[in-house]
């Protein structure tokens, strides 16, 4: 179990520098429109931490995690695919000049819903985590992480609202965040690079 946790020590933490490096370097990408590769970038981001999600089972190894883990493996790999794509998609309509309302309509095919059940996906992940983390004591990480599953609702509502054609009131008054979600996302993963470099 030694090499697995060794490598995925490596490969998260170069994930965790790439997150640092480009919320620093963000508004100088931003402003030379470098979108596509800010989202190439996550993709390598997310990548880095494809072995957590196995890692992680192995080390806190309750039967729960065995299913658990899957949902985490799913929800890298559908962010490693979403912005993949959105990054082709950026680059090319930049370089064709394509209109503004097609770029549009594309990148919400490419982001939009996908992202929202990716992040549903993940915080079942989360909600499988928690539990592993109360079977096995570790008291504070099940709490954080039971709060962080509570997003579930959030992800869910923000699902329901872009499935719908026309959203009820209260659905309307819900907005995704783009900041919220980055950062959600990476004191997640940081907390679990935090466990699994200390845990052991």
Known sequence: MIPIIISTLVLGWIGILLFVI????FPKLAKNNEFGFIHILMAFM????????ITLYEILHTTSLKVGMIFGLVYLS???ITMSLQTGH?????????????????MEILSGPFELMANIVKSIWVLFLAVAFWEQEYVIMATVFGIFSLLFIYFFLLLLKASLIKPNIFLKKIHANTYFFNLEMFFLFLSLMLFITFAN
């Open 22 to 25: 480009l919320a620093v370097t």
């Open 46 to 53: 997310y990548t880095m931490w494809l072995p957590i999600p």
């Open 78 to 80: 559908m962010m490693i």
């Open 90 to 106: 950026i680059v090319h309509s930049a370089k064709e000049s394509q209109s503004q309302a097609i770029s549009n309509h594309f």
